[in-house]
C-alpha cells in the first residue's frame, strides 16, 4: 500500500493586510533601494501599491518616476538585495501589529496537520523577518514569494510545487489561498485553488468575489468558520 501523505490540506497566507495590519520598515527599505541603485529620490505611495508584489512595486514607482523597463530591469536584483539588507539592519526596531485571531487559526491549523505556508509579493527575507517579529515564524513551513516572481500567481503555483516537491503533498482540491486584495483572489483561482478573501484590508466582500474568491469571511478571527470551510 501507498503511503498517507503527512499533509491533507495546504492553507497558504498573504502577509500584508491578512496577517498583519501594519510593519514598520517595509516602505523605507523601497526608499533605500530606490536611492541607493536607481539615484532616484522617491517612495511607494506615488502609486497604489496594495496587491503587488515588491517587484511590481520597485518597476511601477520607478516608471511614475520616468524610467522605462530597460533602465529599471538590469538593476532589479541589486534593488532587492538593497532592501533585505536595510530591512535586516533594522530589524530589531521593527513593529509589527498582528490582526486579531490570526495566531489562534495558524495554532489550530497546525493542531490539525495541516501544512501552512506563506504567499506574498514581500521579498522572502522580508516576510520572514515580519513574522519572527510578530512570533509567528515557526508556523510557516514554505511559501512563494515576491523575489521569486513578479507574478502572485506563479507564486501560488511555486508554493504547491514546493509542498509537493519538500513534503509529498498532493494538491488535488486541497489548497486554500487567503488573502485580503484582489489580486489575492485572482491569483488563487488562476492557480487553480481556492481563493479564501478577507475584509481586514482596504477592499470589499463584493470586490473580493468579483476578482474570484471562492469564499470571503469577515476576518481571521472566525476560527470556527474558517475550520469547517477547509476541514468540512
Not at 486579531?100 to 521579498?123: D, M
Not at 504547491?160 to 488573502?179: D, I, M, S, T
Request: net charge negative; with cysteine.
Amino acid at each position: 500500500m501507498k503511503p498517507q501523505p503527512a499533509f491533507s490540506k495546504l492553507t497558504l497566507f498573504d502577509v500584508d493586510g491578512t496577517l498583519l495590519r501594519t510593519a514598520t520598515g517595509h516602505p523605507a527599505a523601497f526608499v533605500e533601494g530606490f536611492r541607493q541603485v536607481y539615484g532616484v529620490d522617491t517612495h511607494i505611495d506615488v502609486i497604489k501599491h496594495n496587491g503587488m508584489t515588491d517587484q511590481q512595486v520597485i518597476t511601477e514607482v520607478l516608471k511614475k518616476n520616468g524610467l522605462d523597463e530597460s533602465e529599471i530591469l538590469p538593476k532589479l536584483g541589486d534593488c532587492m538585495s538593497v532592501m533585505v539588507d536595510y530591512f535586516k539592519s533594522v530589524e530589531d526596531s521593527i513593529e509589527v501589529e498582528v490582526l486579531s485571531g490570526v495566531p489562534e487559526l495558524l495554532a489550530e491549523f497546525q493542531k490539525r496537520n495541516c501544512l501552512i505556508g506563506l504567499v506574498t509579493g514581500n521579498l522572502e527575507p522580508i516576510a520572514y523577518v515580519k513574522m519572527r517579529r510578530a512570533g509567528l515564524r515557526n508556523y510557516f513551513s514554505l511559501g512563494g514569494f515576491g523575489s521569486d516572481h513578479i507574478s502572485r500567481a506563479e507564486l501560488v503555483k511555486l508554493a504547491v510545487h514546493r509542498a509537493r516537491e519538500q513534503y509529498g503533498f498532493e494538491p488535488a482540491a486541497n489548497v486554500f489561498h487567503f488573502g485580503d486584495a484582489p489580486q489575492d483572489m485572482w491569483a488563487g483561482s488562476t492557480a487553480g485553488v481556492s481563493a479564501v478573501g478577507i475584509t481586514t484590508g482596504i477592499y470589499t466582500a463584493d470586490e473580493l468575489k468579483a476578482a474570484g474568491a471562492w469564499v470571503v469571511v469577515e476576518s481571521l478571527a472566525d476560527t470556527r468558520r474558517i475550520v469547517e470551510l477547509i476541514f468540512g
